[in-house]
């Protein structure tokens, strides 16, 4: 549940005041503005509204700021279980087309440089965004190792590394425009011929 559903109760919430306030955080985000530089004020500017309408819906700005992340975040996409390449291949394209988005980039830059700065953004934001989808990639390599299409001894929670770290680098590093659309594809079948069973 987002800090949006727990907030305290008080005059009915106007979804417009709402979806400003969210735009508003975003683009000052994706303007370059970190979370610590960012303030109520300057949010409250931005949206055409008055402080004591954020403070209604959200009690401090980090879980706004949270919340904002969160909605421009795909949703984790349905996986066919059919072969664990195929698996991989879904969750990873979902980077891929999130990188060609200058908002969702938001997600990237916060995620890679405010965890040492706003330990509780970095924590919440990683529970609500991040998890569900290493929680996912985390079982498709399982059951791949369980059902040998994947090496016995491999290593989990390195696998997940080598695949997320290499889509990361690609977003944050790679060249200028979209990012080819058959990278997910090409990141996994270079993993997979390590992860495989040797002959």
């Avoid at 059919?82 to 879904?90: C, N, P």
């Avoid at 990237?108 to 990683?126: C, G």
Wanted: some cysteine; glycine content about 8%; proline content about 5%.
């Amino acid at each position: 549940m987002t800090t949006q559903q727990t907030a305290r109760a008080g005059r009915p919430r106007s979804e417009k005041a709402e979806k400003a306030i969210i735009t508003a955080t975003l683009d000052l985000i994706a303007d370059g503005m970190g979370v610590a530089e960012l303030s109520i004020e300057a949010i409250a500017a931005r949206a055409g509204v008055g402080k004591t309408t954020i403070y209604r819906r959200w009690a401090n700005k980090e879980d706004l700021v949270v919340d904002a992340l969160a909605t421009i975040r795909e949703p984790l996409p349905p996986l066919a279980g059919e072969s664990v390449r195929g698996d991989l291949i879904t969750l990873l394209d979902v980077v891929r087309r999130e990188a060609g988005h200058r908002r969702a980039r938001c997600v990237m830059n916060v995620a890679l440089s405010e965890t040492d700065r706003s330990k509780r953004v970095s924590e919440r934001f990683f529970k609500l965004a991040l998890e569900p989808r290493r929680v996912a990639m985390r079982e498709v390599l399982r059951r791949g190792v369980a059902n040998g299409e994947l090496r016995p001894d491999l290593d989990v929670e390195l696998g997940m590394a080598l695949l997320s770290g290499a889509m990361i680098f690609f977003s944050k590093w790679g060249p200028e425009g979209d990012l080819p659309e058959d990278l997910a594809e090409r990141v996994v079948d270079h993993a997979l011929a390590g992860f495989t069973p040797r002959a």
